[in-house]
């Protein structure tokens, strides 16, 4: 968050001879071992004949990572919904706790939201994280965090309280696993002070189990985390990141370094100059217990990197689960698993590390989309507002190549201090477009004489289907430039209806809610996965669905985007195919299944091993 | 060039009214010798009346005739250094100003005098020696004094010693407010030492004396840009080109900020200008090829590169940029060649090895890719080092309002 200035302009143009010392601101395709490996995944594989609903599966356990082409439409052409803030008639009055001066660092970095379906009734519901301020805290004050039943009606109900979920700690995001496999997904938050394992009951209530799971040992300011099956024993293993090593006891005076300036002004303190904390990895123990193996493991993040998001995702498509984490100001790791609990740190090596001119970014959030039909996982990253959202186009066996500039996104990224961040096809078309919420550090830029803003708008790019983005932030309804100072976001069809809403926390003030409408009449399809061997929630499964020529891939995951959960399930668009031809589903176990001929419009339930076990057809919002 | 503008600007001074001033004001005084004989004291009056006449070439041979007749005579030897300063030929006087010293070290003015011809050599610093000694033997508040502490400051910015320098130039510009030289001497040398208050109140005082001074507009625009306020720079930069948009270097500063933000558009148009302005700034022109490499214009960017490196082979941004231009383009024989380059120009680049990873990763030589993997993390990680062991010099302020660590669970 606080940055170099990489180049000294007076040692450009000043006149002297002498160079003056600068100042510090303070701030491919498939291949033949490719192949080889996959046929290796595919002998391992299990076979599934199945015979339920349209068309039948068959299992080959090849992930695949060429998909099939087609020819291209351009998708700029057709009209684009408009984004419309239904906050208001929703019923949610959650209000993020928030100092006006953003003093400390510690204040500005919570507003990550979690979408669970709690009581797994098919609906999503959502869970506010909330922070203290310095100030509360040392006069013993806590702050209200705060979970919202769905009704599926289009409002939603506090039921916090019940739930028992209000005060977790110094919340900073959550995330979503199923931690005991029972199918009740459980809730991770993470805090300035550690994390809080909230186990879900299956009777609208929680219990913190974060002693018993033995999670009680962090202390430390832990930022993004994540769910994930990294070993394949069926059972999520967990992952934490942490920030930076602030203590509310020896606090930095604000605007009292040099990093603690920004452009000219007196600003909080950090991150730079801050001793950075190491990372947490937890193996599950199959009986509501992990045992701590990050240094085992290899990523206990012995330099202390500035960790924020964390994500786990298969990204060079060998079956075994590679963990991304973003650090703030600093190299990104992106470890390769090699599915047996040890991992090698290839962000470097994969390109991702840092950007295409080699300079570390203020890495924040995290969204993982193949944009390009690819069959392989590409990224985007969130960061500060002097860089901009970096797009790392997968190239296959581990390489990235940052393609920011030409797509487009990085023009129309930079003056905006990006944080969640999302894949996401808001017109059905089955091209996941961009979606990124925004907002300064530091409230006291408004009063600088430099152009960068604490509220800023959101932005959305519209994927043309070609490895460019048309920015249309400003053509898709007032909502989306209504200046906020937003942090967590998180994607999911709220309302069953066929359409991906946003919901934006907000670090200041109220959240926002924004919903789709009108635009192309595309259809879509959503799924539910159910795992049986594999982890119940099926984290790390993936999707294949091809319908006509377009193929497209998606994956389960937990965490992501800026220390938020979007929606276990899902969604495709689909463009004006009224089927989906194939669906292959690629559990996080290896086994493979495939179903044919499914009607488009539907959220689909479908369990390992067994294929669809149910479906809900999409319904206007107030119809259900 | 800019990049030459001392060495320029402290010829100008010197060529300005104040040093011969300064100069003829402090002629030596003829001293009357006891001891003579009648002839040569004859030499020595004629030597004396060409000398005042202005016939140099008389005079000097008149005072060579006193020498011949008076070896050892220091009078004389300090009159030819005068009059080898007399027509710029420094570096003789200062032959004859040191004899002269030799032998009569107590002479007056010739101190004066062998500091100035140094000064006017180029010997800055013996000349400051020299001035500073001078300046511990004159009344503080003196006429004498004030020259004396000009020449200092003039010296010292000469020297590029420009924290040194500024409390010299505000004395002088305090007391000549009308110089203009003076003042962006100051403004410089404030912008150099980082005294950015400096500079901006300079360049307020610069605008009551000429109210469309480019010069200043980039003065200030540079020292808001350090002060990290880039709008403020980038608004000071776009005055300077109101002003003046032939000025050296104005439109290449005003696209290196736009550059720098990212408007890469915008930038190009600046380079562009700077461009036609002069036609072989090779910075510009590199400039101007990156930001249409950022503009996805790399057809027009390779021949901009390509004259760059012609006009000036160093510059390992051209090599880099080249670098990524053909192995964008699938050369990459020719992209490990640039690279190489930019890589011997400039070793720490952190740019250019993480682009060679990247093209050796792509070439399938993967141990030279890691090889250089490596050395960009090792780059990465020195940098971060670096500054946090400068941050963890400055010793913050604590809060006085945290008692300790509260419970915040």
């Known amino acids: 968050m606080n940055y170099t200035n990489r180049v000294g302009f007076t040692s450009m143009v000043h006149r002297p001879q002498k160079p003056i010392p600068r100042t510090v601101a303070v701030h491919p395709h498939l291949r033949g071992d490719e192949i080889a490996r996959l046929v290796s995944y595919a002998t391992l594989s299990v076979i599934f004949i199945l015979g339920t609903l349209a068309g039948q599966t068959s299992g080959t356990g090849a992930r695949p990572t060429q998909l099939a082409t087609h020819p291209h439409t351009s998708p700029v052409s057709k009209p684009y919904p408009q984004l419309i803030d239904i906050t208001a008639s929703t019923g949610i009055s959650f209000e993020h706790v928030s100092s006006p001066e953003q003093k400390y660092i510690v204040e500005s970095m919570s507003g990550g939201v979690a979408l669970i379906d709690y009581d797994r009734d098919g609906w999503p519901d959502i869970y506010f994280t909330n922070s203290y301020t310095v100030e509360m805290a040392l006069h013993g004050q806590k702050a209200r965090s705060a979970l919202y039943h769905n009704n599926h009606d289009g409002t939603f109900t506090d039921v916090t309280d019940r739930a028992g979920v209000g005060y977790p700690c110094w919340a900073m995001g959550a995330v979503v696993g199923d931690y005991n496999n029972d199918g009740w997904p459980d809730m991770l938050v993470t805090c300035y002070g550690g994390v809080v394992l909230y186990k879900n009951n299956g009777d609208g209530t929680f219990s913190d189990v974060t002693k018993n799971a033995g999670l009680s040992g962090d202390h430390l300011f832990a930022t993004g985390a994540a769910f994930g099956d990294y070993d394949r024993d069926g059972w999520a293993d967990l992952f934490v990141s942490h920030y930076v090593d602030f203590d509310i006891g020896r606090m930095q005076a604000f605007g009292s370094a040099d990093t603690c300036k920004y452009i000219g002004i007196d600003v909080q303190c950090g991150p730079r100059g801050m001793k950075g904390s190491p990372d947490s990895l937890y193996h599950n123990n199959r009986d509501g217990t992990f045992s701590d193996v990050s240094k085992a493991s290899g990523v206990d993040d012995p330099e202390m990197r500035y960790g924020l998001t964390a994500i786990w995702s298969d990204f060079d498509n060998d079956g075994k689960l590679d963990l991304l984490v973003t650090n703030d100001g600093q190299a990104n790791y992106l470890y390769r698993g090699d599915g047996r609990g040890k991992f090698v740190d290839d962000g470097f090596l994969s390109g991702v590390a840092l950007n295409q001119d080699g300079v570390a970014q203020a890495n924040m959030g995290i969204a993982v989309g193949d944009f390009l039909h690819s069959g392989r996982m590409s990224l985007l990253l969130s960061h500060f507002d002097n860089e901009y959202a970096a797009l790392y186009r997968n190239d296959g066996d581990m390489k990235f190549t940052e393609t920011s500039y030409p797509s487009g996104i990085a023009q129309g990224t930079r003056g905006y201090v990006g944080w969640g961040d999302a894949f996401v096809d808001f017109d059905n078309d089955g091209w996941p477009d961009v979606f990124i919420v925004n907002g300064h550090v530091y409230p006291q830029v408004d009063s600088s004489h430099g152009n960068a803003v604490y509220r800023q708008p959101k932005l959305l790019f519209r994927n043309e289907g070609n490895g460019k983005f048309q920015d249309l932030s400003k053509s898709v309804g007032d909502a989306v430039q209504v200046p906020q100072v937003s942090r967590g976001m998180a994607i999911g069809d709220l309302f069953n209806e066929g359409k991906l809403v946003v919901v934006v926390e907000n670090l200041v003030g109220k959240p926002m809610l924004l919903r789709p409408e009108g635009g192309s009449k595309n259809h879509s399809v959503s799924f539910k996965l159910e795992g049986v061997n594999c982890n119940r929630l099926a984290l790390n499964a993936r999707v294949r669905v091809t319908s006509g020529n377009m193929v497209q891939v998606g994956e389960v995951r937990s965490g992501g985007s800026y220390l938020s959960q979007n929606d276990l399930r899902l969604h495709f668009g689909l463009g004006t195919h009224e089927r989906v031809g194939e669906l292959r589903v690629d559990w996080p176990d290896g086994k493979v299944e495939t179903l044919r001929n499914l009607a488009a419009d539907r959220v689909y339930t479908i369990k390992e091993g067994q294929g669809p076990i149910s479906s809900m057809p999409f319904r206007p919002l107030g119809s259900h | ?409």
């Open chain 2, 1 to 409: 060039m800019r990049l030459n503008w001392v060495s320029t600007q402290v010829k100008a001074v010197l060529h300005s009214r104040v040093v011969p001033v300064l100069l003829l004001s402090l002629m030596l005084a003829t001293v009357p010798l006891m001891g003579q004989s009648p002839s040569a004291d004859d030499q020595r009056q004629t030597a004396i009346a060409l000398e005042q006449q202005g016939k140099t070439a008389e005079s000097e041979a008149a005072w060579r005739a006193v020498l011949k007749a008076e070896p050892n005579s220091a009078e004389a030897y300090a009159h030819l250094g005068f009059l080898e300063a007399r027509q710029e030929h420094y570096k003789e006087a200062i032959i004859f100003y040191r004899k002269a010293k030799a032998l009569s070290p107590s002479m007056p003015a010739l101190d004066m005098n062998l500091g100035l011809a140094l000064f006017k050599a180029g010997d800055l610093k013996e000349a400051v020696q020299i001035f500073s000694r001078i300046l511990k033997t004159q009344p503080a508040g003196s006429n004498e004094a004030l020259r004396l502490k000009t020449l200092i400051g003039m010296a010292d910015y000469g020297l590029e010693e420009y924290t040194a320098a500024v409390p010299y130039l505000e004395e002088a510009t305090a007391a000549d407010p009308q110089n203009l030289s003076f003042r962006l001497m100051l403004a410089h040398s404030c912008l150099a030492a980082k005294q950015y208050q400096c500079v901006l109140d300079t360049y307020h005082q610069i605008l009551d004396l000429n109210a469309e001074s480019a010069e200043a507009d980039m003065l200030a625009g540079e020292a808001l840009d350090e002060m990290q306020d880039h709008a403020g720079a980038t608004q000071q930069f776009r005055a300077a080109v109101k002003a003046n948009p032939k000025e050296p270097n104005v439109h290449f500063g005003l696209g290196y900020l736009l550059w720098r933000q990212g408007q890469f558009a915008d930038a190009a148009t600046e380079f562009q200008a700077e461009l036609t302005n002069v036609p072989d700034h090779a910075k510009a022109m590199v400039y101007l090829a990156d930001s249409n490499i950022k503009l996805n214009r790399t057809d027009v960017a390779l021949p901009l590169l390509r004259k760059a490196v012609r006009l000036n082979p160093n510059l390992d941004m051209a090599h880099l940029d080249l670098g990524i231009v053909y192995s964008d383009t699938g050369h990459k024989a020719e992209a490990l060649r640039e690279l190489k380059l930019a890589e011997k120009i400039n070793p720490e680049n952190v740019n250019v090895h993480w682009r060679l990873a990247q093209l050796y990763r792509a070439m399938d030589r993967k141990e030279e890719a890691a090889a250089e993997f490596k050395k960009t993390k090792a780059l990465t990680k020195a940098a971060d080092e670096s500054v946090s062991s400068r941050l963890k010099t400055s010793a913050p302020r604590k809060t006085t309002s945290s008692s300790g660590s509260p419970n915040v669970d």
